[in-house]
């Protein structure tokens, strides 16, 4: 099969850098050895360097938890958490227990979920992380791929473009999810209760003569979609355009974004469409590593 991709770089992840050891033992004016304390002085960390061994493994866990209640706005029980995060059950019990007793999140018999004005800032911090961690992969695939790269995020019933590279990019109008490549990858890696909305408002609005319109028809699609790790457009959305995206995963296991590719049919044919999706979901779980 033929195809203008030009050579596609290994995409590796950097191993994090240890954190140099700490001496213990300190010269005296007096030339004299002793023991230093230094439980009450912060660590030396050398710029650049990361701090893993001052890492703080619950609190990490909380971070991934408050992660996960950003994405969502329903009520989640311990189990659900547990599940999602893969983490012990009686861990995130323990944690759910001191967020909302802290206040950072809302409680309704066994359930939790966070404040409406909490949910908005820590969308508002991930979404700036994911785009400024987006843009070299962007720009990386845009090249390979030889079309232009996108990076949407879901808002609501929508997905929205926030970031893009290549000729012609620049900021598109927020796009269907039943329709858009962008919106199937949400609809398929995210929350069952986000699918059934839209399943349950079936006939959908057909974009062009190849929108899937109906229940059934979305439903095996996204199925599809879970299975091979990518969503496709197949000028469904708009005509004469086929596009190509591919989940994120932020720390915890959460969808946070979408990154992929949109063309011309004419230059974005079908028969390039597998070498080109080994390309997007190499590029979304590169900027996947960068976000853990």
């Known amino acids: 099969m033929e195809t203008n991709l030009k050579a596609a770089p290994s995409w590796i992840v950097p191993e994090a850098a240890g954190v140099p050891s700490v001496d213990t033992l300190e010269t005296t004016p ?10 009450s002085q912060a660590p030396r960390v050398v710029p650049g360097t990361t701090t893993r061994e001052y890492r703080i493994p619950n609190l990490a866990r909380a971070c991934h938890v408050l992660r996960l209640f950003a994405a969502s706005d329903d009520y989640l029980s311990s189990s659900a958490v547990a599940r999602r ?46 785009r400024a961690a987006a843009a070299p992969v962007l720009k990386e695939l845009s090249q390979i791929t030889g ?21 012609g990019g620049g900021m598109r109008a927020p796009m269907d999810l039943h329709c858009s490549a962008f919106g199937k990858a949400f609809l398929a890696f995210g929350p069952r209760a986000g699918l059934e909305k839209v399943l349950g408002s079936a006939p959908l609005q057909a974009r062009t003569r190849r929108t899937l319109t109906t229940a059934e028809a979305l439903g095996t699609e996204c199925g599809r979609i879970v299975r091979q790790g990518y ?39 079908e028969q390039r469409v597998s070498d080109v999706a080994v390309l997007v979901v190499q590029a979304a779980k590169k900027l996947a590593g960068t976000l853990a």
């Open 231 to 269: 969503a496709t457009d197949d000028e469904e959305s708009e005509e004469g355009v086929r596009s190509l995206a591919a989940p994120v995963w932020a720390s915890g296991g959460v969808l946070t974004a979408a990154i992929g590719v949109s063309a011309s049919a004419a230059t974005f044919t």
């Open 147 to 167: 079309e232009t790269a996108y990076l949407a995020l879901p808002t609501g019933d929508k997905a929205a473009v926030v970031e893009s590279s290549g000729v």
């Open 30 to 39: 007096s030339r004299s050895l002793r023991r230093v304390d230094r439980s």
């Open 85 to 130: 995060l893969k983490m012990p059950r009686t861990t995130v019990l323990r944690i759910l227990h001191t967020l909302a007793a802290e206040r950072l999140l809302q409680r309704r018999g066994f359930d939790f979920t966070a404040s409406p004005e909490l949910r908005t800032g820590l969308r508002s911090m991930a979404d700036t992380a994911v």
